[in-house]
């Protein structure tokens, strides 16, 4: 309902100048925001049953019934996740029209930063009283966040550098830097130092990222150099990917995951092998889990963002989350090369995606609500900032 009353609110307020930003910020592809929503909505329509989970077809072989009927498993969890996917593309919009002014884009870098710091801190104080914070210490939640804060304190980082080299206050760059340095340490030491090996590995191709963009600006070099710089990198974290797959074996959306019980993976397995092209339904994960779990009473939890997406929705939901982050992580890359002096919003936009991407296979901490909506946020200020302002700029 927020959502929805901040996107109306901006509409009713926006300007001729606002719905052009708005349109050249997501010239990258606007259908891109109703393609998740809509792999959610088709689940809720009657479809026939053979194309969904084996648990249909069964039941009705069972009880009768007609061969058609939603594929999701329960209709209130999927249009659950429904609305929550259609607050965050709310959430994205609203973000790119209030943070058209550079202002207040760096008010909200200073907020992310700031709140994905804190975050990680209560990692970082499960050394000092695992007694008092061990639940938020483990929670994957607090590991995700502290990925994004490493990578958005590194922006105001450079935010307060690129400032201190124009006309702005020297002072004020200083301590800008020097938060932005304590941000960024604490959620190192949560990220690297506290987390799983994965998450580090997934953190550390975000600031792989952010630094290459940084070179490429730097040195400015010609398109040909930076063509063969980013196939080298692309190549590098190829490489790295492939031998964190290969270092395990069993199904592919498996290998990145913490260690498991043999009892929980066997289910997870069965539950990968019976999913269709359209899953089980969003939102169902822990649901349909209690049919592959020999405890009647255990619960079913995701390892990963992956293997949730992939149980829910299937291959056609799973193909369309890869896509729609590499579409927005390949128009905030280019978009950060072309931007000028501001290229640290879509530069950091960029690397919290990759990061994300990679950490979706590593973790479920992108399943939650709030990691959802921090990185619907994130993107949109990253949008927003890749498109110039006006031609001086």
């Not at 790119?96 to 008010?107: G, H, K, M, T, Y």
């Amino acid at each position: 309902m927020a959502a929805a009353l901040s996107l109306l609110a901006a509409a009713s307020a926006a300007r001729k100048a606002d719905y052009e930003h708005y349109v050249r910020a997501l010239s990258w592809g606007r259908w891109l925001l109703i393609a998740i929503p809509l792999c959610i909505a088709v689940q809720l329509a009657p479809l026939p049953l053979n194309w969904a989970h084996p648990i249909w077809p069964s039941t009705r072989d069972a009880l009768g019934g007609l061969p058609m009927g939603p594929i999701s498993a329960d209709v209130g969890l999927t249009l659950n996740a429904l609305f929550q996917a259609l607050a965050a593309i709310a959430l994205l919009g609203v973000t790119i029209l209030v943070v058209r002014d550079r202002s207040r884009a760096e008010l909200v870098l200073f907020v992310l930063g700031g709140v994905t710091a804190v975050s990680a801190l209560t990692l970082d104080l499960h050394r000092l009283s695992p007694a008092v914070t061990e639940a938020a210490a483990t929670s994957e939640l607090a590991t995700t966040l502290a990925g994004f804060g490493l990578i958005l304190n590194l922006a105001v980082m450079q935010l307060a550098a690129e400032r201190a080299e124009t006309r702005h206050s020297l002072l004020r760059s200083i301590v800008l830097g020097l938060l932005g340095l304590v941000g960024a340490l604490v959620s190192a030491l949560a990220i690297f130092g506290l987390s799983g090996t994965n998450s580090a590995i997934a953190a550390s191709f975000g600031i792989v990222l952010i630094l290459l963009i940084l070179v490429i600006r730097r040195l400015d070099l010609s398109p040909l150099a930076v063509g063969a710089l980013s196939l080298a990198a692309l190549i590098g974290a190829g490489i790295v990917l492939t031998f964190l797959f290969e270092k395990s074996s069993g199904p592919v959306l498996l290998r990145l995951v913490p260690e498991m019980g043999t009892e929980t993976k066997a289910a997870l397995e069965r539950m990968l092998a019976d999913t269709r092209w359209f899953g089980a339904g969003a939102g169902t994960f822990a649901a349909v889990g209690r049919i592959y779990h020999s405890d009647a009473g255990a619960i079913l939890t995701a390892p990963s963002t992956a293997m949730a997406i992939f149980a829910e929705m299937g291959w056609i939901g799973l193909a369309a989350m890869i896509a729609v982050s590499l579409i927005a992580l390949a128009r905030l890359f280019f978009g950060a090369l072309q931007r000028g002096r501001d290229s640290f919003f879509p530069a950091a936009a960029a690397a919290c995606v990759l990061f994300a991407l990679v950490q979706s296979f590593a973790g479920p901490g992108l399943l939650r609500p709030a990691a959802i909506l921090c990185l619907s946020v994130i993107v949109g200020l990253g949008l927003s900032q890749s498109v110039s302002q006006s031609s001086s700029r």
